[in-house]
């Protein structure tokens, strides 16, 4: 039903931004809450961040200060703004609703070098 388009990766270098985006075939206007999960090499998925309708935020840990997530609801997009790059954030990024409800879209290779 609902379709997950991630971008907006690519390589950068420490200290370096990326903005990534989520753009999602139906409407989220619905979705309590949307969230950016990411997964690096040898390791499980985790939830970066999530944004509710109202737009409450949370943020893991190691990303706050760093990442901005967002949404527009009228674009049905939700975006992920993230400075201060660290290697650490290397991983494929993926948007989806919290909880999980959606199929996972390819996701978006975000590498930070050192």
């Known amino acids: 039903q609902v379709q997950l388009v991630e971008s907006g990766g690519g390589l950068v270098q420490a200290g370096g931004s990326l903005r990534l985006s989520c753009a999602v075939s139906?409407?989220?206007?619905?979705?309590?809450?949307m969230g950016w999960y990411r997964q690096a090499p040898g390791k499980q998925r985790e939830l970066v961040a999530y944004?509710?309708?109202?737009?409450?935020?949370n943020y893991l840990d190691s990303v706050k200060g760093r990442f901005t997530i967002s949404r527009d609801n009228a674009k049905n997009t939700v975006y992920l703004q993230m400075n201060s790059l660290k290697p650490e954030d290397t991983a494929v990024y993926y948007c989806?609703?919290?909880?999980?409800?959606?199929?996972w879209g390819k996701g978006t290779l975000v590498t930070v070098s050192s």
């Open positions: 989806n609703a919290r909880p999980e409800i959606f199929s």
């Open positions: 139906g409407s989220i206007v619905g979705i309590n809450a």
């Open positions: 944004i509710t309708r109202g737009g409450s935020t």
